[in-house]
């Protein structure tokens, strides 16, 4: 019982970068696209096949997987969690790439500290609050909040 482990590093390999990005280290991206003037915090892991794009914050300690396209001017606070398998065979559906499902977030989204967002369409200009689960697509412009996410205001609430 005395083995040595595989270690592999984390870094920044195969990203395309636009113009203006910020990056505070330690991260892990990978084979992703990041827009013009878009800031990425410490303990962030950005996977292949992502696009994020101009003009976003993506916070600390977010986790990104792969398949996820967020559109500009989005900001993903704190301790955000994507999820691309949703477990259809009763498991997790490891390297079986097929049964991942991709996840669209708009322009103009902000995104509170540690929702989870399951493989969803999400349209422009919605607020997701803090701590919220997102297990379906919002395909209104509004504030939702919960677990699940429902709508609990519109823009023009007082």
């Not at 636009?18 to 950005?46: A, H, M, R, S, W």
């Not at 322009?107 to 999400?122: H, K, M, Q």
């Amino acid at each position: 019982m005395n083995e040595k482990p595989i270690i592999k590093q984390t870094g920044i390999k195969n990203v395309n970068f636009g113009k203006n990005v910020t990056i505070i280290q330690p991260v892990n991206l990978y084979g992703c696209d990041i827009g013009d003037n878009t800031f990425v915090g410490p303990f962030v892991e950005i996977q292949k096949d992502v696009k994020i794009g101009k003009n976003c914050k993506i916070q600390s300690h977010c986790f990104i997987c792969e398949l996820v396209n967020i559109g500009d001017n989005t900001v993903i606070a704190h301790g955000v969690m994507f999820i691309n398998d949703l477990f259809k065979n009763g498991r997790p559906a490891g390297g079986d790439k097929k049964l991942w499902q991709k996840t669209k977030i708009g322009n103009n989204v902000s995104i509170g500290s540690n929702a989870t967002i399951l493989p969803v369409n999400i349209c422009d200009k919605v607020v997701i609050g803090a701590g919220s689960v997102v297990t379906k697509n919002i395909t209104e412009s509004a504030v939702y909040a919960g677990n699940p996410a429902k709508k609990i205001k519109n823009f023009t609430d007082r």
